[in-house]
């Protein structure tokens, strides 16, 4: 057995490490990613200890975000990136070349060439994927329609930098400032055909790679995976398919970068993608959620690794003037852009907070420019140490700006422009007359305050949640619906009942349900830990309110219970029930136990479905 073990050690350091002070940031109500930027910085080469591998610790970093644009894909269909092209497309391409502009006059006030500068400023204008999905999804945004913008936003961004990537070391040769090699296809075409394709040819070899494999995938991808995945679910075997769901997922990933050029993250998105396709989708986010999460915590930490603590104290000045850029420039524009499309005020705050920080792709970036001569080593240090603080800041720039949307509400602002927003016809193309917030293009981002009580909250409106909600409609008795999917709150809205958007876990949310005055709460959310949130909230504003909550095992029900829920049933036990009464019926001539009459029944044995229905 070798002792030189640095996968192990590295594994075992970056997480244990990131464990202890993720918990402690998590205990002094910090983002835990701030603790594992700090296990990173501890176990790097620029503090004394310990020091993981510098090489392997990006490359298990990498595996995170393949995995994580994996899980965006499998909830983010082609129409959803097709509804956000508009502002999308050009918002992150105005972005991009303000942001560049920005460091490239950084650059040229520090004295660095042209091209050192270019590539400066374009490693500060792209965000982190991996940040901006765990800020979106800590918020449940992802599937509403900032969320969807945001997504879509990084998509382009990434887009723009796998042409960076292949043009930078080609421009490099070009003009002589560094020493790259141009695009591999292309100097195999000059060395076999003699053909000099050019700055232009590269551009168009590129979009040509890029078009071809999304082709690839919605042609033969889309039949092929779910296909595949379809196979391999009708084995049985749970190991095998969430293998399966990895060999995609990586494989994907993997070919699409040596085969087309294109970013293993945005390889593995259009994998999920075309995975999203199947109903099996949702099994197959469930199967790769624990690597997902694993792998992401390395990514954090190999990004503290790279963190020289020295630049703070040696260039105060030039970092802070990075920072800027990060924080507030690329802020300041995307919140101006996507106001220019007319978008409300709380979508312009949302993507303006979640692209003020940068991530892997600059880190590419910043390494690719100084292996090309390009870019100074000082460069890559304020790249990296910029990444960190905005990374570190990110949460509070979230927090300021739902206070500063929460305080404009107060003002009427940001009401008066929601309600004033036009609304394009979606048959004639025209405007039509200011939405009413029953239609409002965000009211499914805006709640409004119910004005019921002694009702009933219904969390989540899923499979379990709907049939309970039409129970609730049937026998008249009043409901409101608590929900975070956009698409779910506009199909309620459309059916005349009362919904309001948002995560449940806070409190301003319970507020709006009117939670204090109701008289009893539904906990229809498969979430364990959300449930238990909600529960230990709401029992905390209502005393003495009637809590029913679903769960999948007997330890979520003795948690639900510990946390104040009265009923908690348990999915898989009212199934047994179901079917151990029809046996009884056809086997000892039993009736039916509802024909029975259940009245002496005890809070934890509630009625079932009838296995007739």
């Known amino acids: 057995m070798p002792h030189d073990t640095p996968l192990i050690s590295t594994i075992v350091g970056g997480l244990v490490l990131a464990f202890i002070f993720g918990a402690i940031a998590n205990r002094l109500k910090l983002p835990p990613l701030v603790g594992y930027l700090i296990a990173g910085v501890l176990v790097g080469p620029h503090t004394p200890g310990y020091v993981a591998d510098q090489n392997l610790a990006p490359e298990l970093a990498e595996i995170g975000v393949i995995l994580l644009m994996f899980g965006v894909g499998l909830h983010f269909s082609l129409k959803d990136l097709l509804s956000v092209r508009g502002i999308a497309v050009p918002g992150a391409i105005v972005q991009i070349a303000f942001a560049t502009l920005l460091g490239w006059g950084l650059g040229e006030i520090l004295g660095w060439s042209t091209g050192g500068s270019l590539v400066f400023g374009l490693a500060l204008s792209v965000a982190s994927t991996v940040v901006l999905l765990k800020a979106l999804q800590e918020r449940r945004l992802v599937e509403t329609d900032r969320g969807k913008i945001a997504v879509g936003w990084l998509i382009v961004e990434d887009l723009a930098m796998v042409m960076a990537l292949v043009l930078i070391p080609a421009a490099a040769s070009i003009s002589g400032d560094g020493h790259g090699a141009v695009e591999p296809l292309s100097a195999a075409l000059n060395r076999m055909l003699g053909l000099d394709l050019g700055i232009g040819g590269i551009i168009g070899m590129t979009l040509l790679k890029v078009v071809l494999f999304v082709a690839l995938m919605l042609v033969f991808g889309r039949r092929v995976i779910p296909w595949t995945m379809h196979r391999i679910a009708h084995t049985g075997s749970r190991e095998l398919f969430r293998l399966g769901v990895l060999a995609i997922a990586l494989g994907v990933a993997f070919g699409a970068s040596k ?335 509802e024909d029975e009459g259940r009245a002496g029944i005890m809070e934890d044995e509630p009625v079932t479905v009838s296995a007739k229905e």
């Open 259 to 593: 085969l087309f050029g294109v970013s293993l993250a945005l390889g593995a998105f259009f994998a999920g993608m075309v995975l999203a396709e199947s109903e099996l989708s949702h099994r197959a986010a469930q199967e790769s959620l624990p690597l997902r999460d694993a792998f992401a915590v390395l990514f954090f930490v190999s990004v503290g690794m790279l963190f020289d603590p020295n630049i703070i104290v040696n260039d105060p000045v030039t970092l802070l003037a990075t920072v800027f850029i990060i924080v507030i420039g690329k802020s300041v524009a995307a919140f101006v852009i996507v106001l220019a499309f007319r978008k409300p005020l709380s979508t312009a705050l949302t993507i303006s907070a979640s692209l003020a920080q940068i991530g892997e792709f600059s880190f590419i970036l910043a390494a690719l420019g100084v292996d090309l001569g390009l870019l100074p080593p000082e460069g890559r240090d304020l790249i990296l140490a910029g990444a960190i603080i905005s990374i570190i800041l990110n949460p509070l720039i979230f927090f300021i700006c739902d206070r500063l949307k929460q305080g404009l509400e107060k003002r009427g602002i940001a009401r008066h422009d929601l309600e004033a927003e036009a609304v394009p016809d979606t048959v004639s193309g025209t405007e039509s007359a200011p939405a009413t917030p029953a239609h409002a293009e965000t009211t499914a981002d805006e709640p409004h305050p119910t004005m019921l009580s002694g009702h009933v909250v219904l969390i989540g409106y899923g499979r379990v949640g709907s049939i309970v909600g039409q129970s609730l409609r049937s026998s008249g008795t009043p409901f409101v619906v608590v929900e975070d999917s956009d698409k779910r709150i506009a199909e309620l809205r459309d059916s005349h009942i009362e919904a309001i958007s948002g995560n449940a876990a806070l409190a301003e949310v319970l507020a709006y349900a009117n939670i204090a005055a109701a008289r009893s709460l539904v906990v229809a959310i498969p979430n364990a830990f959300e449930a238990c949130h909600v529960t230990e909230r709401a029992r905390a504003i209502n005393p003495s309110i009637l809590i029913v909550a679903r769960a999948h095992s007997d330890a979520e029900v003795e948690e639900l219970k510990r946390y104040g829920a009265d009923t908690v049933i348990m999915g898989e036990r009212e199934i047994a029930m179901g079917m151990v009464d029809r046996l009884a019926q056809v086997h000892h001539d039993r009736p039916h136990y």
